[in-house]
């Protein structure tokens, strides 16, 4: 069975703690090293990734093409515009053929389910980058951020607040896998998508009011209210305007809360300034531990364990 990873609610609780347990061990084997050196074991050695990107990306294009070097692998990108993908070739002939040319393929798409065809007739791993439907790699770096920071997250609170986003999804397929509480504050209009929030389980509430979603959280988590592909700017601008995390916000959470956010951030709308730069985010922590997390992704794809 090739090894996919497409959502976290496909992975076996086993399967995820030990991708974060490698994320974690990774990270910790090569501090002070320049970021080009090569792991010790080498996993995805004489390895070539290929990583197709339909939308932008700063993160994950930069952490992911570091991820496989830090393995020792290689990786060929592209935009999906300049391939004849977008030129309407059939995404099964695509995968068809970078499977006899690459051994792995992340891939950045608009539509969740264009990544569900890849995999099914694709002969090599496929990751998914980002969708309009979930953040796989996102949250796992999140998840290594908080464990770093406040320990193991098993028991932890986490609250979502704004939209029920494709990050939002990722989310809640994490929590009953990992065994903590995940409350979800959003507009009505802008709630997650009903499947996604019954693979929580109980292990989710949905509210529509910030302040009861916080309360006493461990976590703070918020993204932008208009994701790529969004259309609707205005309406939601003025639908999430009472879901901006500020200070006053942030008080209501545990005494110890941290923030997080998987960038780009908008100041003055999801976040304050004074959150997002202040001494309870962990943001830029975050965004660094998307090359060890996906690092333990590729690894696990290689079946390095
Ligand atoms: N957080 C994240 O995925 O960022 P990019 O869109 O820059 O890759
Ligand atoms: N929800 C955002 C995440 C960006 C990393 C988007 O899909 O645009």
Not at 62 to 87: C, E, P, T
Not at 208 to 225: I, K, L, N, Q, Y
Not at 272 to 288: F, H, N
Request: aromatic fraction near 6%.
């Amino acid at each position: 069975m090739v090894r996919h990873f497409l959502d976290i609610h496909r992975l076996s609780a086993e399967d995820l703690r030990a991708i974060l347990d490698d994320a974690h061990a990774r990270k910790k084997s090569r501090q002070g090293w320049p970021k080009g050196r090569v792991d010790a074991d080498a996993p995805a050695r004489d390895r070539v990734l290929a990583m197709v990107f339909e939308k932008n990306s700063t993160r994950t294009r930069f952490s992911f093409d570091a991820a496989i070097r830090q393995l020792g692998g290689s990786a060929i990108i592209a935009n999906a515009a300049d391939m004849q993908l977008g030129r309407g070739e059939p995404v099964e002939d695509t995968a068809k053929v970078l499977s006899r040319m690459v051994d792995a393929v992340m891939i950045r798409a608009n539509d969740h389910e264009d990544v569900e065809r890849f995999a099914r007739v694709s002969s090599v791993p496929v990751v998914n980058a980002l969708t309009d439907r979930s953040h796989p790699c996102q949250i796992l770096a999140d998840l290594l951020t908080i464990e770093e920071h406040r320990g193991p997250v098993k028991g932890k609170t986490i609250a979502w607040v704004g939209d029920g986003n494709n990050v939002c999804h990722s989310f809640m397929h994490a929590a009953p896998k990992l065994g903590f509480t995940l409350n979800v504050a959003c507009p009505a209009e802008y709630h997650p998508d009903l499947r996604d929030l019954a693979k929580g389980g109980d292990h989710v509430h949905l509210t529509s009011d910030p302040r009861e979603a916080v309360r006493g959280a461990d976590v703070v988590v918020t993204d932008t209210w208009v994701s790529m592909g969004d259309q609707d700017y205005e309406d939601r601008l003025a639908a999430f305007e009472a879901y901006g995390v500020d200070d006053a916000l942030m008080d209501e959470a545990a005494e110890d809360a941290v923030f997080l956010h998987c960038l780009p951030a908008h100041r003055g709308e999801e976040v304050s300034d004074a959150v997002i730069d202040g001494p309870r985010s962990l943001v830029w922590d975050e965004a660094e531990n998307r090359i060890h997390a996906q690092k333990a992704v590729l690894a696990w794809c290689f079946e390095a364990f």
